[in-house]
């Protein structure tokens, strides 16, 4: 996928365009409510070290689907003033998450516009994540967030009075956004979704192939070694790269632990992270000083003012 400041800056133009005047406040949440998931997976696997990889993976899988997705943008539009306003701005920017992350080259990924009805993953493949295209969509995010900055803090807050009507119903999807992919995670294990089924039959892994979107190669004094989203070290059969790295992987399992790799790909090891955590920093940003300026947090400036008179 995208990073994050790749991400506000197609899709925050896009909207600028179709919609002169959007909250950009929204349109920023509405690029990042598809990487929540992904965002929980790291967190999960820090905290929770005897957790099983596999479970989390396909948790993760089904709650960045659209629909799931969708849930949780009703979740957060039911808080809102303008409830159907905020869905669609928010479900919109959904959309076209999915849409430019299917976009990226992404071996072993894709996004999930169908599920639960398919599971199949849809992946164009028409770019690498450190390519032109990427650098441009990056650079265009620093660029719509420093000139719609002043109009996102100033630009009132689309929160309403939280009656408990609205506080049920939001409640209510905010549960079923994290519940509901505990149920469908057969589908995408089914559909071998990111090669978890693979993984998981270690016994049948001789001669299967796979594909693993950036995992660590090592240089190590046993041999070259690929780190798997399970914690499992694989060794290959042959050395790709004279130093460790990010790569994509296409191969084929040899033995259970050990990986003939048929195709790479280096990726750069702090470009991508780096935009996205800058993205994430300045969205919420952006939200606190909103917040801050319309005297909503303690110790706002208008709070002060107030406690002045």
Known sequence: MPNTLAHIGV???LNQIVKPGIDPKLVCLGCLLPDIPWIFQRVLIGILPGSDPYTIRLYCIAQASLFV???LCGALAFLSKTPRTV???LGLNVLLHLVLD????KW????HLFAPLSWDLWNVGLFWPESLPTYIMTGSGLFYIGWQWRKGISQPLPISPLSPFKVAISASLLMLYFTFPLVLLEGPRNANNHFVQTLE?????PGRLLELDRPSYMKTSAGDMIGLFNGEKISTTQEILDHSAIVSVRGRFVTPTQLEVLEFHEHSSWFRDISTYLGILLLFGMWLGAFLKQGILPYSHKSKNLSNK
């Not at 072993?108 to 996004?111: E, T």
């Not at 039959?201 to 892994?205: D, G, I, S």
């Open 11 to 13: 899709q925050g133009v």
């Open 69 to 71: 997705t969708l849930v």
């Open 87 to 89: 869905f669609l701005i």
């Open 102 to 105: 299917a976009l990226q080259t």
């Open 108 to 111: 072993a990924n894709g996004v």
């Open 201 to 205: 039959e270690t016994e049948t892994r």
